[in-house]
């Protein structure tokens, strides 16, 4: 952090006790990591983009791709053909036929309490901070949100064949219950009032795929963000531009170093390594 010029400051013992008020974690790094709403984030991008000249077309999914001189877009009610296309499907990029075997769908899993209410006194964790698990690897994350409630995300679940379909999610909820119970003590009674999951895009190598697809018609891509979208996908939008009208930059010269990724060993191979890795993270991660 201090050789890019990031501010941050090594934590443990008291000084990691004083900022959190829980026992569970002995080291940390404290840094300017803040969290902000996704939703509220994309509909602002969406009037920006709309107050610009672009236009956003929702409920119109894109069946399927075919490249030529111009790549054509099929869509339930109709086409589009365009100069250039972007593939920006995230973990539905293999569906439309790019990328397979180079980028595969993980879906992963949150849960949230009832408004913690009394018990918030009991948590300490003033400053409100987000804690992201790094060594644990199954990207355990905590952050409270504006009424009080606990979130905690975290389990990676891989489906035979990049399947889409979303996991059990009684037995996700079982498992994160239970992870925040034993980081926060004082919360094991709090019932579970949401549980949720979702899709992400990963890669083998965990850099995201940003560059353009060989072969007829220019299309490019930025998917494989392994679950930092938010901040990755934000970066890829200008890297997309820049690709896009012949600009370069250090940003875009690293990721087009890095893409496309490696490929992913074939079925049943795949389910085999992935599932062991995630399984064998999640006993790591207790």
Known sequence: MARVG??????EGDDLRALLGQDFWTVGVSGPAH???PAAFVRGLALLAGARGARVHERSPVR???RGERTVLRLPRGQVSCATAVLAANAWTPRLGFLRGRVFPVHTCAVATEPLGE???SVGWRGRQIVFEVLTGTGHTFYLTPDDRLVCRGLLRYHFAGGLRPPDLARAQ?????TVAERFPPLASVPISHRWSGPLDMTRSLYPAIGSLEGTGRVLHAVGYCGHGLAVASLAGRLMAELHDGE???ELDYALRHSPPPKMPPEPLRWLATTGVTRGL???SG
């Not at 990031?6 to 934590?11: F, H, I, K, N, P």
């Not at 079982?174 to 239970?178: E, G, V």
Request: charged letters at 35%.
């Open 282 to 284: 999640v006993r790591r």
């Open 64 to 66: 399927s791709v075919r």
């Open 35 to 37: 969290r902000i709403d």
């Open 174 to 178: 079982t498992r994160l219950a239970a």
């Open 6 to 11: 990031v501010e941050g400051r090594y934590l």
């Open 119 to 121: 018990a918030m006194a």
């Open 248 to 250: 370069r930059s250090p």
